[in-house]
């Protein structure tokens, strides 16, 4: 057994469980250390469960009787077969107790599974780290901000928080632009000048957050070329370079033309205030002298000065007439400002007025410049039509021309027709001489450029594997290395004094002896087999004798008082052997007992029946006067 205690306390100091140097078996183990080792693997093999349970047991007895019963629950939820309750921790016994620690050491999950899920690289000591001060600071229950130490202080205050807020850093090195070579002068500014990325954020605060934001960012944007790139740059059949610069290009074109669009909208809006503006001034200067009037211009402008040239009239002799009819008198100051008043509402109406008339103008401008624009293309295709016309007309004069000399005429038409016939069939059949041979080139060519196509369209398929394939294959390297990287700390951080070779020893000695006694034991099973045997084989040979001489001194016995003794005697020598093969059985019957009662005192010394007694009493004890002290309280309320 003390090997595999070795084995569960190195199991159990994995876990995270503080076992003293001195403890090397189970039997050593205090009921706090018991309650924290099944509490510590509960966490690993059930965070969920284990989160919620205390690995400290407290003063009360009560609360220690309630983490006693979440033990043994949690233990039967994972499947615990034995007999568990809150006596198995608070008064344990040594077998009980390994029995149950080898079940969660088992349950507890494998170094390689762990292995697969933790990530591989140069961060997984500094995530490993991490987690488990999360771990811890969880496991730590939540006080009360009047009841904390200057321990909780740090870790459960809320003083020493940090918003997340990013700001932008200057790097020296840029990942889009790598292959580029660095001028001199940026070599010079990025040496002697650029800041450190530590004091380039406004607070230290920021600094976590801004490194985090900018790793993202360079992340994404390799991520987001990557799949650009397999998706589109591969297709293309260009080189990355010149792949960039044709999406430059194109990028450069489609704002240009943004631009351009824009830039004809606003002189085109530009246009039509500058249009809106003039027709307002011109109004104004209408309405404000109207003497003032310009003799050029349009129909239009005409017709409507003169219009805005007569109501201006019409006002003037209104307000002539008006003044004319005032009295002579002052009036008062209320019937000047009811004057003014009516004035105001007078002057609004014809803003009004004038507003609506600008607006009518305004849409009349519309509907001029639409009918402007159809007669201009009215215009355009009448002057496609008279050109056309033009070059009829000269046809036919043409022949007007030639209709005075007419069989001459025909004659010399008839003859250049001949000719030209004649040329169409020289260059027919010159043109059938060269097609021949240049529709078997194209078709050649074609065929040609299909099969450089199939192959070509081949090859990026096989360029797309190889790249998915060394894609891979760098991340199986990068995993491995950081593996590597990970169980080389490992190793370092182990103790150097046991060396391998021992432990594979010590293991092929274990697996030996295993199968010596092994070996012993069937031996002697075959052994008390074979005695079995001999025995029952003696037994019937000694019944088949003792009945055979029975019968035969029987015989004699009738005749002989000599012979009746001797059978006597063989009577009473056979119930003797028999007693004593009787006696030999019991004393081994007796045997077995002793061994077996040996066998159960020790199992109850190992259970520590008196000294968990003497918990008992001391646990009723504290029982009682917890109850006599909430007796006293219930009272004294």
């Known amino acids: 057994?003390?090997?595999?205690?070795?084995?569960?306390?190195?199991?159990?100091?994995?876990?995270?469980?503080?076992?003293?140097?001195?403890?090397?078996?189970?039997?050593?183990?205090?009921?706090?250390?018991?309650?924290?080792?099944?509490?510590?693997?509960?966490?690993?093999?059930?965070?969920?469960?284990?989160?919620?349970?205390?690995?400290?047991?407290?003063p009360g007895m009560s609360a220690r009787f309630r983490i006693g019963m979440s033990l043994a629950q949690a233990c039967q939820d994972l499947g615990y077969q034995g007999e568990v309750g809150y006596q198995t921790f608070l008064y344990s016994s040594e077998p009980e107790i390994r029995r149950l620690l080898m079940f969660l050491v088992e349950k507890l999950p494998r170094e390689s599974s762990e292995m697969e899920d933790q990530p591989a690289g140069k961060s997984a000591a500094l995530q490993k780290a991490i987690s488990a001060k999360i771990k811890e600071q969880l496991s730590i229950p939540w006080v009360h901000p009047s009841c904390r130490i200057p321990l909780l202080l740090r870790t459960q205050s809320t003083c020493h928080m940090m918003r997340f807020h990013a700001q932008p850093l200057a790097l020296?090195?840029?990942?889009?632009?790598?292959?580029?070579?660095?001028?001199?002068?940026?070599?010079?500014?990025?040496?002697?000048?650029?800041?450190?990325?530590?004091?380039?954020?406004?607070?230290?605060?920021?600094?976590?957050?801004?490194?985090?934001?900018?790793?993202?960012?360079?992340?994404?944007?390799?991520?987001?070329?990557?799949?650009?790139?397999?998706?589109?740059?591969?297709?293309?059949?260009?080189?990355?370079?010149?792949?960039?610069?044709?999406?430059?290009?194109?990028?450069?074109?489609?704002?240009?033309?943004?631009?351009?669009?824009?830039?004809?909208?606003?002189?085109?809006?530009?246009?039509?205030?500058?249009?809106?503006?003039?027709?307002?001034?011109?109004?104004?200067?209408?309405?404000?002298?109207?003497?003032?009037?310009?003799?050029?211009?349009?129909?239009?402008?005409?017709?409507?000065?003169?219009?805005?040239s007569r109501e201006h009239e019409q006002l003037v002799s209104q307000m002539q007439t008006a003044a004319e009819n005032l009295p002579s008198t002052k009036k008062s100051e209320q019937d000047m400002q009811a004057q003014q008043e009516e004035e105001v509402t007078s002057l609004h109406q014809q803003l009004d007025q004038l507003t609506v008339k600008i607006q009518q103008l305004g849409v009349e401008m519309k509907s001029l410049t639409l009918n402007l624009s159809q007669i201009e293309d009215e215009m355009k295709q009448k002057e496609l039509t008279a050109s056309e016309k033009e070059?009829?007309?000269?046809?036919?004069?043409?022949?007007?021309?030639?209709?005075?000399?007419?069989?001459?005429?025909?004659?010399?038409?008839?003859?250049?027709?001949?000719?030209?016939?004649?040329?169409?069939?020289?260059?027919?059949?010159?043109?059938?001489?060269?097609?021949?041979?240049?529709?078997?080139?194209?078709?050649?060519?074609?065929?040609?450029?299909?099969?450089?196509?199939?192959?070509?369209?081949?090859?990026?398929?096989?360029?797309?594997?190889?790249?998915?394939?060394?894609?891979?294959?760098?991340?199986?390297?990068?995993?491995?290395?950081?593996?590597?990287?990970?169980?080389?700390?490992?190793?370092?951080?182990?103790?150097?004094?046991?060396?391998?070779?021992?432990?594979?020893?010590?293991?092929?000695?274990?697996?030996?002896?295993?199968?010596?006694?092994?070996?012993e034991i069937t031996k002697i099973l075959s052994d008390t087999r074979s005695l079995q045997k001999e025995i029952n084989h003696l037994t019937g040979k000694l019944d088949r004798t003792f009945a055979v001489t029975d019968e035969l001194v029987f015989k004699d016995a009738k005749r002989d008082e000599a012979v009746r003794k001797a059978y006597k005697y063989l009577a009473a020598l056979h119930e003797n052997c028999t007693q004593l093969i009787q006696t030999i059985e019991d004393t081994g019957t007796i045997m077995r007992e002793i061994r077996d009662l040996e066998e159960q005192i020790e199992t109850e010394n190992g259970k520590k029946t008196l000294s968990n007694l003497e918990k008992i009493l001391d646990d009723y004890k504290a029982i009682k006067q917890e109850n006599l002290v909430l007796v006293a309280k219930i009272r004294e309320t």
């Open 391 to 519: 070059d009829s007309i000269k046809v036919k004069k043409r022949t007007v021309d030639l209709l005075p000399d007419a069989e001459n005429n025909l004659t010399k038409l008839q003859a250049v027709v001949e000719s030209s016939a004649q040329r169409v069939v020289n260059l027919a059949s010159q043109w059938e001489k060269h097609r021949v041979p240049l529709i078997e080139e194209y078709r050649k060519l074609k065929e040609l450029k299909e099969d450089q196509e199939l192959k070509s369209s081949h090859q990026l398929s096989q360029i797309k594997e190889l790249h998915e394939k060394i894609k891979q294959a760098a991340e199986d390297s990068k995993r491995k290395d950081g593996l590597y990287k990970q169980l080389l700390s490992e190793y370092e951080g182990l103790p150097k004094d046991v060396s391998r070779s021992a432990y594979t020893q010590r293991i092929l000695e274990i697996v030996g002896n295993i199968k010596k006694q092994k070996e």
């Open 1 to 58: 057994m003390e090997e595999v205690d070795r084995i569960l306390i190195h199991s159990l100091r994995q876990t995270g469980t503080e076992v003293p140097e001195d403890v090397e078996c189970v039997k050593q183990f205090s009921t706090e250390l018991i309650v924290e080792a099944v509490v510590r693997c509960l966490r690993v093999i059930n965070p969920s469960v284990g989160n919620g349970i205390n690995h400290l047991l407290p």
């Open 172 to 308: 020296a090195s840029n990942t889009t632009s790598s292959v580029k070579k660095i001028s001199k002068e940026l070599k010079e500014y990025y040496d002697n000048y650029l800041p450190p990325v530590t004091v380039q954020p406004s607070q230290h605060s920021f600094l976590p957050a801004s490194v985090l934001e900018r790793n993202m960012v360079d992340l994404s944007a390799v991520q987001e070329w990557e799949t650009e790139w397999n998706n589109q740059g591969l297709v293309s059949r260009l080189s990355p370079e010149d792949y960039r610069s044709r999406k430059c290009q194109r990028l450069q074109k489609r704002i240009k033309d943004q631009l351009h669009n824009y830039t004809q909208q606003y002189v085109e809006s530009q246009n039509m205030s500058n249009s809106a503006s003039d027709l307002l001034d011109v109004l104004k200067s209408y309405s404000v002298a109207g003497d003032d009037i310009l003799t050029k211009g349009s129909r239009f402008t005409h017709t409507e000065r003169f219009t805005f």
